[in-house]
C-alpha cells in the first residue's frame, strides 16, 4: 500500500510553545490531506482538511488560528500547534488520498504512524 | 444520531471462535465503507474495504447493506493476533473519513 509519513512520532513540549508536525507521501501524490486527533479511547475526530495549494477546510469547533495547516506540495502538508497547552496533549494523525491510489474509483485513505504530543 | 455507529463490545473470544462486528451509518449519501484495525497507541490501518457485492479475505468476510446503511465484519477462526479495535468507516470520494468508534476485540488463548 502508499506509504505515510510522519515527523515528529513524539513531540514533549512545555505549555506556551509552538510544535510542527509533518505529513508526507512518499510515493504517491496527496491531493488531498486529512488532519486528525484522537483522544485516549475515543474516536478519531476530523480537524482539518487540506486541499493542496488551497486553504484547509476546519471542522467545528476547531480554531484555524490555533492549528495552522499548510499544505504547499502534493507530497507535504504541515500541522502547527501554536501556544500549546496541556489539553492540546493528544495523538494527531494524518491520512492522505489521492486518484489512482487504489486502482480503481475508490479513495481509499492511507494514515501516517500519528504524532504523539505531550504539553507539559 | 451519530454518523457512524458501533458496538464497543469488548467482545472477548476464545480463539478459534467466529466473532460478527455490526455498524451502521446514517448518511445514505455515502459512498465507501472500510473496515480498519487500530492497535493500542497505533494508528489505524485498513483492514479491507467494503462492496455491495461483499467480499472475503482469508478469514474476513465483509457485507454491505446500502438499504438498510449496515456494514458487517465476520471474523473466522480467530487468532490471538486479532486482537485490536476494528472501526467501521465510511466517506464519500475525496473527502474525509467518518469513524465509528470502534469495537474492541481481545482473542485468549
Known amino acids: 500500500g502508499a506509504v505515510v509519513s510522519q515527523h515528529p512520532s513524539r513531540v514533549i513540549c512545555k505549555s506556551g510553545t509552538s510544535v510542527k508536525i509533518e505529513c508526507r507521501s512518499l510515493?504517491?501524490?496527496?491531493?488531498?490531506m486529512f488532519w486528525y486527533r484522537q483522544f485516549p479511547k475515543q474516536s478519531l475526530m476530523l480537524m482539518a482538511t487540506?486541499?493542496?495549494?488551497?486553504?484547509?477546510?476546519?471542522e467545528q469547533g476547531v480554531e484555524k488560528d490555533k492549528f495552522l495547516i499548510n499544505h504547499a506540495s502534493l507530497t507535504l502538508s504541515t500541522l502547527t500547534v501554536t501556544s500549546a497547552h496541556p489539553e492540546d496533549s493528544s495523538f494527531y494523525i494524518c491520512?492522505?488520498?489521492?486518484?489512482?491510489?487504489?486502482?480503481?474509483?475508490?479513495?481509499?485513505?492511507?494514515f501516517g504512524p500519528g504524532t504523539r504530543l505531550t504539553v507539559t | 444520531r451519530k454518523e457512524v455507529e458501533q458496538d464497543p463490545g469488548p467482545f472477548n473470544v476464545p480463539e478459534g471462535a467466529t466473532v460478527a462486528f455490526n455498524c451502521t451509518y446514517s448518511?445514505?449519501?455515502?459512498?465507501?465503507f472500510f473496515w480498519y484495525r487500530q492497535d493500542c497507541r497505533k494508528e489505524p490501518k485498513l483492514l479491507m474495504s467494503?462492496?455491495?457485492s461483499g467480499n472475503e479475505d482469508g478469514r474476513f468476510t465483509a457485507q454491505l447493506n446500502r438499504a438498510s446503511q449496515y456494514i458487517s465484519l465476520l471474523i473466522r477462526d480467530s487468532k490471538l493476533s486479532d486482537s485490536a479495535t476494528y472501526l467501521c468507516?465510511?466517506?464519500?470520494?475525496?473527502?474525509?473519513?467518518?469513524f465509528g468508534k470502534g469495537t474492541t476485540l481481545s482473542v485468549s488463548s
Open positions: 491520512s492522505a488520498t489521492g486518484w489512482g491510489l487504489a486502482g480503481g474509483g475508490s479513495y481509499e485513505q492511507y
Open positions: 510515493d504517491f501524490q496527496a491531493t488531498t
Open positions: 487540506s486541499n493542496e495549494g488551497s486553504k484547509a477546510t476546519y
Open positions: 448518511n445514505s449519501a455515502s459512498q465507501s
Open positions: 467494503v462492496y455491495s
Open positions: 468507516v465510511v466517506n464519500q470520494a475525496g473527502t474525509a473519513l467518518i
